[in-house]
């Protein structure tokens, strides 16, 4: 069964930094594309930032030059390093992959924050 597992999340300060990990078990194959959604308190569940097996990263605008999202060489895990952090970045954090045309998603990670 494929599952993806999240690090804990955490209540950070504005102008912190905070690194959310992924980790890809029970399955051999690689996943195509893994990354990082976020879903606010009365808002959609929205992308932050997604990496492709060939290396293509895709950020939202919102998060550019702040997040930086990279995975070990086998796609197994994903990370998403959080500079600058801002109170709108308050949210659940849901890692992603897709394999096989199959989407997957982790359980969700709380992020806060606050002064």
């Known amino acids: 069964q494929v599952q993806l597992v999240e690090s804990a999340g955490g209540m950070v300060q504005p102008g912190g930094s905070l690194t959310l990990s992924c980790a890809h078990i029970g399955s051999i194959f690689d996943m195509y594309i893994m990354g990082w959604y976020r879903q606010a308190p009365g808002k959609q569940r929205e992308m932050v930032a997604t990496?492709?097996?060939?290396?293509?990263?895709e950020y939202d605008d919102s998060v550019k030059g702040r997040f930086t999202i990279s995975r070990d060489n086998h796609m197994k895990t994903v990370s998403l390093q959080m500079n600058n952090i801002k109170p709108e970045d308050t949210a659940v954090y849901y890692c992603?992959?897709?394999?096989?045309?199959?989407?997957?998603w982790g359980q969700g990670t709380q992020v806060t924050v606050s002064s």
């Open positions: 992603y992959g897709k394999q096989n045309d199959v989407d997957y």
């Open positions: 990496l492709r097996g060939g290396g293509r990263r």
